[in-house]
DNA sequence: TATCATAATAACACACTGTGCTAAAAAGAT
DNA sequence: ATCTTTTTAGCACAGTGTGTTATTATGATA
C-alpha cells in the first residue's frame, strides 16, 4: 500500500552525511538540521528515520563501530601471541585521524549517557566492550602460558581496560605528548610486566 | 567615578550559582540565561562578567579545582609513604558525588577543547596536571626506596596517569563496576607491583 | 483503472540556546 | 550639580531539538 523506501539503506545514508560534518566540523556541528542539508532531504524527513537526535547518534555510533570491527576483522595479526594481543589493544586507541573522530563520538555519547536515559542501556553495552576485550586478552596469555602466575586475573582486567581507556583519553586530548610511539611502547611494557618472556 | 563592584567577587557569586545547577540538573543545562536567573541578575549582566560560555567554563572550572586542591590539602594522609601515595591517587578519581560532578565538568570541558581554540591552553594545563602528580608519587617512592629498580621511571609515569584517568573514566561510566572498593583495590594492586614491600 | 490506506516528506510553531549590539541606569570624582 | 565610566538590562539574530500538522507519493485492492 504505502510508498516503500529501503529504511536500513536510507539511515545509511543519513549516517554517512553526519560522519563526513563530524569529521569536517567536530560533533557538534551535526545538528538534524544540518544532517538533513548535508543529505539531501529536509529536516522533517530525517526525523522521519531518526525521531530524536540521540537516537541518530546511537545509529551513528552503532554503524561506525561496527566498520571499525570489521577493519579489525581483516587485520593480520601476528603470530606471536604477546605481540597479537599487543596490536589488538593498540587497535582501541585513537592513534590515527579515524580512530581519533570515533573515539572523541564515543565520548561525547558516554557524557551525555550520564544525563540522557536513552544512552544509558548503549553505553553499558559500550563500557562492557573494552572490559570483555581486556578479558579475551588475557585468557590467550593465559592459554599460551605466558600469563605469570602472580597475576591476578580479576584486578588484572580492571586494570587494563582502564589502562586502555586512559590511553584513549590522552592520546586523543595530548597527541603531542601521548604519540603512536608512546603509546605502543606503554602498552609493550605494560604486558611484559604480565607475561614471563 | 564609575559604579564598583566586586569583580572576582561576583564571578565567584555566578560560579557557585552556576554549579548549583550543574548539580542538580546536569551541565548541558547551565546555560548563560539560566546561570544568571539562578544568580539573580540578567544575562546581559552576567554576560558583562563573563562574555563567552567558553569564558565562564573556565572560570568555574579553576574555581572549582582549587577549591578541591584545597579540599587536599587539609587532609591527613598516611605516615606509610606507600600507603599515602595510594590515597593521594585515589583523590584523583571520582568515587563521590561532588568529584563525580567535577570530572564531568572536566571532561565535557576537555571534549570542548578540542574544537574550541579559547580552551586549549587550560587543557593542556590540566592534562598535564595528572602527568605531574603521577611523577611525583613515584618521585616519591623512588626517595623512599620501595620502587623496584626494574621499574622503568619514564614509562610508568605515562602508565600510571593513563592508568587513573581509565579508572576515572570507569568510575564515572560504571560505578555499579567500578565501585570505590574496586577502584582502590586496582590501584593498591598497580602499587605494589612496582614497590618491593 | 480508479480508489484508498498508509508511508514518506515537507513545513511550520515553540521554546530554547549563545552571542553581538545598543540604550538605560548607577555611582564615584570633579 | 555635572560629568564619565562602569554596570545593567533588553533586544535582535541565527541557530538548536522537538512536536504537530498538512501534503505528497505509492502500491495494493476493488
Known amino acids: 500500500m504505502p510508498k ?3 529504511h536500513e539503506q536510507k539511515r ?5 552525511a553526519a560522519w563526513k560534518i563530524i569529521k569536517n566540523e567536530g560533533i557538534e556541528k551535526a545538528s538534524i538540521r544540518k544532517v538533513a542539508a548535508e543529505a539531501g532531504m529536509s529536516s522533517g524527513a530525517l ?3 531518526f525521531s530524536t537526535q540521540d537516537e541518530m547518534l546511537l545509529f551513528i555510533m552503532d554503524y561506525f563501530f561496527d566498520a571499525g570491527k570489521k577493519r579489525s576483522d581483516h587485520k593480520e595479526w601476528s603470530k606471536d601471541p604477546l605481540k597479537a594481543v599487543e596490536e589488538v589493544l593498540l587497535e582501541l586507541v585513537p592513534i590515527d585521524e579515524e580512530k581519533k573522530i570515533e573515539t572523541s563520538v564515543w565520548w561525547i555519547f558516554a557524557l551525555r549517557s550520564l544525563t540522557s536515559d536513552a544512552l544509558k542501556e548503549k553505553k553499558d553495552e559500550l563500557t562492557d566492550g573494552t572490559y570483555v576485550l581486556a578479558n579475551s586478552m588475557l585468557e590467550i596469555l593465559t592459554q599460551k602460558g605466558i600469563l605469570l602466575d602472580s597475576v591476578n586475573v580479576d584486578l588484572e582486567r580492571s586494570r587494563l581496560s582502564a589502562l586502555i581507556e586512559g590511553m584513549s583519553f590522552h592520546a586523543l586530548l595530548r597527541p603531542d605528548v601521548y604519540t603512536p610511539e608512546m603509546v605502543k611502547e606503554v602498552i609493550s611494557y605494560h604486558l611484559k610486566t604480565l607475561c614471563n618472556k
Chains 1, 2 share one sequence.
Open 12 to 16: 545509511k545514508l543519513i549516517a554517512e
Open 4 to 6: 516503500i523506501v529501503n
Open 47 to 49: 526525523r522521519h528515520y
